[in-house]
């Protein structure tokens, strides 16, 4: 089995490996929830937009601007197009780090329990060598005592 200092090296590294993903996930979670509050932000624009255009139809309206008006809901329907990529790359990149993350824990689990298991290896090979001086201590003086 690995020294302990091996195991305490490994462990070491496998935790900044861990904190590192964890920024990462971080990162990658606070630039999706940006991007999905700038994609409500679009939709809120584009239905302001459209009730005002709504209300000036009620007024009358010239065709230049109605043609402006359509041209400016595509521009910005393209626009909460182009958002709902932007948003649903963040939200595969989050659940890139997310998996990068549980894999960097697993192995920094994993490392631990091998650390216990070297931990409680040792304390059961001290226990039997104290128990074995203790056993051949006592006989001697059993032997002596004769």
């Known amino acids: ?4 200092s091996a195991l305490e090296t490994l462990i070491e590294l496998a935790t900044k490996e861990t904190d590192e993903a964890t920024k990462r996930l971080g990162r990658a979670v606070r630039t999706s929830e940006e991007a999905q509050q700038k994609l409500v932000i679009l939709e ?9 255009f709504q209300e000036s139809l009620s007024s009358g309206l010239t065709a230049m601007s109605y043609r402006n008006f359509q ?5 910005i ?11 649903r790359n963040a939200q595969q990149r989050v659940a890139d780090a997310r998996a990068a993350w549980q894999a960097c824990e697993r192995k920094r689990m994993s490392y631990g329990t091998l650390a216990t298991r070297a931990k409680q290896t ?8 104290d128990q074995k001086q203790t056993d051949e201590h006592a006989s001697r003086i059993t032997f002596y005592k004769r």
């Not at 089995?1 to 302990?4: C, F, P, R």
């Not at 041209?71 to 521009?75: A, G, Q």
């Open 1 to 4: 089995m690995a020294t302990t």
């Open 122 to 129: 040792a304390q059961l090979r001290e226990s039997r060598r």
């Open 71 to 75: 041209l400016f809901i595509e521009k």
């Open 77 to 87: 329907d393209g626009a909460i197009s182009g958002q709902q990529d932007v948003v």
């Open 44 to 52: 809120q624009y584009r239905d302001d937009y459209a009730l005002r």
